[in-house]
């Protein structure tokens, strides 16, 4: 199977062409390639397909195999990557995905490639759009939740995957590997849900740790981060457009008046090759 690796600021992914290869299951295809000793190594698999709604059908599955809704990071890679192998020659693209139509734009200065904007579409705030246990109409913001005897204050978004926000005064001090899969698998998130520990540093700055549903932890989060700018903004933290720090580098990201949000950063091709799926 011919692939390519890529990463958004150090979230890293397989992707494959679907229009070329077949793999019979792509959930168990997914755990064997994405293992760092055993496979190719990354976060995720995707598969880029065709589409009869929007230019590519992207399919997202994580390192353990469950299949994502979304995945903000991938969105930015697969906009270059269609591009740069010729499968077209739009710079704005529609891509097709669990959580609806998503559109990246490749952003070129001079002739130069420069960046990747992704309108995200609206982040849904009911607590049955997340999916969280309690109230279907009625939002979280700043509720709290018991893990472990302990009161951890979150704020739930979902960008078409569902995650749980929480703000703290040091995110260097959280331990990740710890709470992240507790909240991550907590009963009160039917499908589980991605964790984001937040710093603000100024209305315009955030740094941000994320622990992934699926993935663990990864060094950057493109839907925890859209999702980390609006809680801030409903939590009274940060303006509307804002630098989020990530493990791997930053994503600028604005939750427009149109209530869009865009996300931005780089996308980034690191090698291909040929993995021999019989293995
Ligand atoms: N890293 C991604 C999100 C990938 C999917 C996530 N683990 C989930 O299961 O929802 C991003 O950049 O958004």
Redesign the pocket.
Known sequence: MQFTKWH?QG?DFVIVNGFQEKIEDYAQAAVKICDRHFGIGA??LVIVGPSETADFRMR?F?SDG?E???????TRCVARYVYKYGLTDKTKITLETLAGPIKPELVFENGVFRTVRVDMGEPRLKRAQIPMIGEPDVEAINVPLVVNDRTYNITCVS?G??HCVIFVDDVEEIDLPAIGPLIENHPIFPRKT?VEFVQVLNDREMRMRVW????GI?L?????ASATLVAAVLNGKAGRMATIHLDGGDLVVEWGNDNHVYMSGPAVEVFRGEYLLSL
């Open positions: 958004g979230n976060d995720g997202i994580n469950s994502a809704e979304m995945c903000g990071n991938v960008m995957n569902p991605n992934e549903r699926g993935a990864t950057a989060c493109g839907t925890g």
